[in-house]
């Protein structure tokens, strides 16, 4: 069975950073694509970020120049650096494995989810 469990969120200012990480339990990182996506109240789902088995790393526009999506697999972790965090960032952030073999950005395209984590970004 495959557990991913996120830390890392937390309270920041406008303009701040955090780093969310993702330990991927029960199979090895490198078997998978990976994504953050976050849901803000009242909102759908919405990828973030993703990066491929091989490194390559695609985003949403939103986010482009801010957050960086990085893996470990020596490690089993995933991680997304968010910085100058503005209001509207504001979310629950899931990170979740894709056993697809190409960008996947869709919630369909992932099998596996972690609980989530809260970003609350105070303006």
């Known amino acids: 069975q495959v557990q991913l469990v996120e830390s890392g969120g937390g309270l920041v200012q406008t303009g701040g950073s955090l780093r969310l990480s993702c330990v991927v339990i029960g199979r090895t990182l490198s078997l998978y694509n990976l994504g953050w996506f976050r849901q803000a109240p009242g909102k759908e789902r919405e990828f973030v970020a993703g990066i491929s088995r091989n490194g390559g790393t695609y985003s949403a526009d939103s986010v482009k120049g801010r957050f960086t999506i990085s893996r470990d697999n020596a490690k089993n972790t995933v991680y997304l650096q968010m910085n100058s965090l503005r209001p509207e960032d504001m979310a629950v952030y899931y990170c979740?494995?894709?056993?697809?073999?190409?960008?996947?950005?869709?919630?369909?395209?992932?099998?596996?989810w972690g609980q989530g984590t809260q970003v609350t970004v105070s303006s």
């Open positions: 979740a494995a894709s056993a697809t073999y190409r960008a996947a950005r869709g919630s369909d395209d992932y099998t596996y």
